[in-house]
Nanobody, 131 residues
Framework: VQLMESGGGLVQAGGSLTLACAAS????????IGWFRQAPGKEREEVVC????????FYAEFAMGRFAISKDIAKNTVYLQLNSLNSDDTAVYYC?????????????????????????WGKGTLVTVSS
């Protein structure tokens, strides 16, 4: 079982980037798949989560309207489209798989996840935004 991220790199502020999370050993439609990030000197934070059971997705406040998650079941890959990037988005981005997204009821905003629930993690891909 493996998750492998790709697509990171150097991008100018205001630019866009698409990250990919390729799964092997399981299919991406049987788990919630989320993206997390960790900036230098900061704690890991959840960016977005795609629900296992339906087409819903849930976002951190900083990601809402700028980032978008999508699944390609045929390729067994989950993508994260990053738009309007700024220097605060510089981080290592990780994908993870687990039982279900945690979000504020009635909204599409994430609440703090329980990291003990995460079953699989990728090794991350670095995104650097230059100003």
């Amino acid at each position: 079982v493996q998750l492998m991220e790709s697509g990171g790199g150097l991008v100018q502020a205001g630019g866009s980037l698409t990250l990919a999370c390729a799964a092997s050993g399981f299919t991406v439609d049987v788990y919630a798949i989320g993206w997390f990030r960790q900036a230098p000197g900061k704690e890991r934070e959840e960016v977005v989560c795609a629900s296992r059971t339906d087409n819903n997705s849930f976002y951190a406040e900083f990601a809402m309207g700028r980032f978008a998650i999508s699944k390609d079941i045929a390729k067994n890959t989950v993508y994260l489209q990053l738009n309007s990037l700024n220097s605060d988005d510089t981080a290592v981005y990780y994908c993870a798989a687990w039982g279900g997204c945690t979000y504020a009821t009635g909204t599409h905003y994430l609440v703090a996840p329980n990291y003990y629930d995460m079953e699989y993690w990728g090794k991350g891909t670095l995104v650097t935004v230059s100003s």
